[in-house]
């Protein structure tokens, strides 16, 4: 047994060797300064496939429709642009986005982070599994499904309403409308930020809260100077990875909107597949990224890149 | 404590109402499964399996089913070594147009998944690989990818670099470094983000759309297009069925790795 | 067209009539040429829709000839740039048989995606409608005609159904109205309730968008096919301009719905069949068969009186419960109370009046 495992050791030693001497022979030292770059590499590749379509979007946002044949048209045009321009209606619909993505990244993060502060922090092997669990199951139930459940819940006859006529109380009108939406995307968004925030507070030795403790601070400014500084990495991560879905959603709006409440990834829906008009779509999809991207780059130049970058205390 | 008790009520008032809101429409759709009845329901009239037995019936739900499974797993696959690579990458290396390439590895979260499904449905048919499977499963991969990124780099971000620093200092060569010290210290983002990276692709029903077609359909899609016409209770016996496959899935890594692993950070 | 393609196209045509005259199950040698794919993909509604292709078209389809017959029930806007990027891209389409709303189709066919239908053997004697109007040739065929039909709540409504669209408008149904998403099928009708004419469409659709304004304010749910029978079973709304199909479906399966033409008419259309470019020749074919197929007498009745539809097919009796039905449209004094906008006008109008509709009620 022991030797088998020596040979087996010195085996792994061998071939550690081996590849340790294969990489240095294909990666010469010199250009160590550009591990990074090469490591990131496949990412960027992966990615560059998305990059690809972008190019798509912008070609085709530059042609205008000819409803007489449906396709666009040969000649540039900056017609989209314009018709988008025109039309408050797109205006309206992007702000409604906007003010909903701000409003669910918000809360989100606010609801999750007892969350996850309690998964990380509590003493109960019971209790975090159960944390754990109710964390993981709504994942597996489609955005669909758990819209229809709502229904059932909050719909005119559902089982909020139904008690409230229990009581004498007069009905509510408590879905599709622009709350719910909200309500939904928050409910939906919430399992991704916890997620993003445990590792942060994870990273949270304890006894730099008990310290804070021990000198006679409340948990609230605790919190405030210690634990929620400290875990920033997390919620700027979580922020910014609420903020871009709910911002680019299609799904939640339509479900629990009522068809009144669409948002921006609805409009560019609508071109593409209702009016046929890919060129409008096109044009809609490139405000929305480079919308969405501009205020992505402002949140890491102003905030730092969250989870995703250098823990500035440690340099 | 008074203190104490305080942060203890504010913060598991809080964490109830999490509770609440994620498991209740859940519970609705387990109950609402097992209705006797025609229409989705809670209570449910009567209790019968008929769904299920539906369900299990259709001619296409098994192949669907295990399709959904081959792609997920492709998208995992492809996304553990290039997400961690990335990560390591993005916390451990300085670069020029550092915070540009950040946002540029977000572009899968900012351009709506509509645009992301035609503008990859026109680039794989244009080099003739639309109609097989596998490129779905990269292409779910790259819609969900910051997520595996970002799972990987907060378990970087945790690793002290001293740590990879003694172990060159100790003389390590560096592969031996990323073996022994790097790659275990973030092995519990990576089953974070592996973990994400499967659960999403195996719901994802909108850029699967535009890939797939009626012989290489999967099960989110499927369910997508039937929704489109009626929705009968048999909608909410898949989702039973997801989340039967969610806590069988839960159990294994809790018995093969324990689910602390996602709290871990050393 | 020159002379001598009508000729080629005649002498095709007669030898396909013969062909079909000796009958599809006898399998002339013409057509046992062909080489028999093991399955064709048709594009379908599901629901009640799906059902009745299956029953009517389909499974007789597979009986006669031995091909299977797979229903993808991909959305009919959805599957439009997949087909459009597979046949400019030059490769095989997804699917072999579209079924789809002629306005679709119309765009499809300008589009240049669809394969002639002209040689077809069963198009003779079908009824005008069948034919597409402002197209040349067959690149699609029409098989029935549809009616978007006030449906309600008869509970909700005592005192008998709604005589006028002007219900939509009514204070008392605040939040319980429905209307397609797009406001497909009531476009035409909106302008006609809104106080102007028939004549006014497409160049003055301003009485039908003073008719939406106020139509906001009684705050609709917008939705597809499907919701509308989610928000009657779940007493969500108690009226809804909707095709009969999902009315009559949804009554079938137990719920209390009925419908009603009110006095300004509703819209009736057409649904059809085309077959897209880019499949290989064995394939085209018998794509061809299975649309040729569903034009026969029997699938025909079948699949429309599941429907509840009028075929094209004439001479066909409506099902039981639908004789004398405002919804179910045979004689033209049927068709007087019904607005039919001609499929040229609805193609080149109605991504205007769809936009129009979105500026109102998403504002």
């Not at chain 1, 964390?135 to 059932?152: D, N, S, T």
């Not at chain 1, 130049?301 to 989870?307: E, F, I, K, P, S």
């Not at chain 2, 012989?215 to 369910?223: K, S």
């Not at chain 3, 928000?231 to 009603?260: L, M, Y």
Request: hydrophobic share 50%; charged share 15%.
């Amino acid at each position: 047994m022991q030797r088998n495992q020596i040979i087996r050791t010195r085996l792994g030693w061998k071939l550690l060797d081996g590849i340790e001497r294969l990489v240095s022979a294909l990666w010469p030292a010199r250009f160590k300064g550009s591990v990074g770059r090469v490591l990131l590499l496949p990412a960027v590749l992966l990615i560059g496939i998305l990059v690809i379509g972008l190019g798509y979007m912008i070609e085709y946002s530059f042609h205008e429709l000819d409803l007489s044949t449906y396709r666009l048209k040969d000649e540039y045009s900056l017609v989209n642009y314009a018709v988008i321009a025109d039309r408050p209606v797109y205006m309206r619909v992007l702000n409604r986005t906007l003010l909903a993505a701000l409003i669910v990244s918000v809360t989100t993060v606010f609801l999750a982070f007892p969350y996850a502060y309690m998964l990380v922090r509590t003493r109960s092997a019971l209790t975090r599994k159960f944390l754990l669990i109710a964390l993981f199951l709504p994942f597996f139930i489609g955005q669909v499904v758990r819209a229809y459940g709502w229904l059932i819940i909050l719909g005119k006859q559902g089982l909020i309403n139904s008690l409230l006529e229990g009581l004498g109380l007069p009905a509510l009108n408590l879905i599709y409308n622009y709350p719910s939406v909200i309500f939904g995307l928050i409910q939906y968004m919430l399992p991704f930020a916890i997620l993003l925030i445990v590792p942060a507070v994870a990273a949270i030795s304890e006894d730099v809260e008990l310290a804070s403790e021990g000198l006679g601070a409340n948990w609230i400014s605790t919190f405030r100077h210690i634990v929620l500084p400290l875990a920033r990495p997390g919620l700027i991560g979580a922020f910014v990875v609420v903020f871009t879905l709910t911002l680019t959603d299609f799904a939640m709006p339509e479900i629990l909107g009522g068809g009144t409440t669409d948002f921006i990834a609805s409009a560019i829906y609508d071109s593409f597949f209702q009016l046929s008009n890919a060129g409008l779509g096109a044009a809609l999809s490139m405000i929305l990224v480079m919308i969405g991207s501009v205020i992505v780059a402002a949140i890491f130049y102003l905030a730092g890149t969250g989870t995703l970058g250098v823990r500035e205390q440690s340099r | 404590m008074r203190g104490a008790r305080s942060k203890k009520i504010v913060l598991w008032s809080i964490i109830w109402f999490n509770i609440i809101t994620l498991s209740l429409p859940t519970v609705i759709v387990i109950g609402a499964s097992f209705t006797a009845g025609e229409i989705i329901q809670f209570p449910p009239e009567g209790f019968s399996l008929r769904w299920y037995q539906k369900l299990w019936q259709l001619d296409d739900f098994q192949p669907a089913l295990m399709r959904t499974f081959y792609v997920s797993i492709i998208c995992t696959l492809i996304s553990i070594p290039v997400g961690t690579l990335a990560a390591i990458a993005t916390v451990r290396y300085r670069f020029r147009f550092q915070k540009s390439i950040q946002v540029y590895l977000l572009l899968p979260f900012t351009i709506p998944l509509v645009v992301s499904g035609i503008s990859m449905m026109i680039f794989f048919g244009e080099i003739r690989i639309l109609g097989s499977l596998w490129p779905v499963g990269m292409a779910l991969c790259i819609i969900n990818l910051p997520f595996m990124i970002w799972s990987v780099s907060a378990s970087v971000n945790a690793l002290d670099p001293e740590l990879e620093n003694a172990a060159y200092n100790c003389g390590a060569p560096p592969v031996q470094a990323f073996l022994t010290v790097t790659l275990p210290a973030v092995m519990p983002g990576v089953i974070t983000g592996s973990m994400l990276m499967f659960i999403l692709a195996f719901n994802e029903f909108l850029v699967s759309l535009f890939l797939t077609d009626s012989r290489t359909v999967t099960l989110p899609v499927q369910i997508y297009n039937s929704i489109r016409s009626i929705i009968t209770p048999d909608l909410a016996a898949v989702s039973v069925i997801y989340i039967v496959i969610a806590l069988i899935a839960v159990w294994l890594l809790d018995r093969l790795v324990g689910l602390e692993i996602f709290l871990r950070s050393k | 067209m020159s002379m001598i393609l009508d000729t080629k196209t005649n002498r095709r045509t007669v030898l396909k009539t013969g062909a079909a005259a000796v009958g599809m199950l006898a399998m002339p040698s013409v057509l046992r040429a062909q080489e028999k794919p093991k399955e064709i993909i048709v594009r379908a509604w599901g629901g009640a829709w799906g059902d009745a292709l299956k029953a009517g078209v389909a499974d007789p389809f597979t009986e006669a000839t031995g091909i299977k017959v797979r229903l993808d029930f991909t959305e009919d806007n959805e599957i439009k740039p997949k087909i459009w990027a597979a046949v400019d891209q030059g490769r095989v389409p997804p699917i072999h048989v579209n079924w789809d709303t002629t306005t679709n189709a119309t765009i499809s066919a300008l589009r240049g995606a669809t394969v002639d239908l002209s040689d077809l053997s069963n198009l003779k004697g079908l009824l005008p409608l069948a034919k597409p109007s402002g197209l040349e040739g067959y690149p699609l065929v029409n098989t029935y005609a549809y009616v978007y039909v006030c449906a309600y709540r008869p509970e909700a409504f005592p005192d008998g159904p709604p005589t006028s669209w002007n219900v939509l408008i009514d204070p008392k149904f605040k939040g319980r109205i429905a209307l397609y998403d797009d406001g497909i099928g009531f476009n035409p009708i909106s302008v006609i309730v809104g106080g102007g004419t028939f004549a006014d469409i497409p160049d003055n659709m301003e009485p039908g968008y003073e008719f939406y304004r106020k139509l906001k304010q009684n705050e609709p749910l917008l939705g597809e096919d499907a919701d509308f029978t989610t928000w009657f079973q779940k007493g969500e709304i108690d009226v809804a301009c909707t095709i009969s199909v999902n009315a009559r479906a949804a009554k079938e399966s137990g719920i209390d719905v009925a419908w009603t033409v009110p006095k300004e008419g509703c819209k009736v259309d057409t649904d059809g069949l085309w077959v897209p470019k880019g499949l290989p020749a064995n394939e085209e074919h018998w794509a061809k068969e299975f649309v040729n197929f569903a034009l026969t007498k029997d699938a025909q009745q079948k699949w429309c009186s599941m429907l509840g539809l009028p075929p094209v097919y004439p001479g066909i009796e409506p099902p039981a419960d639908l004789v004398g039905d405002p919804s179910y449209p045979t004689t033209p004094e049927d068709f007087a109370k019904l607005v039919s906008v001609p499929s040229p006008v609805l193609v080149e109008n109605q991504p205007i009046w769809f936009a129009k509709f979105n500026e109102i009620f998403q504002g």
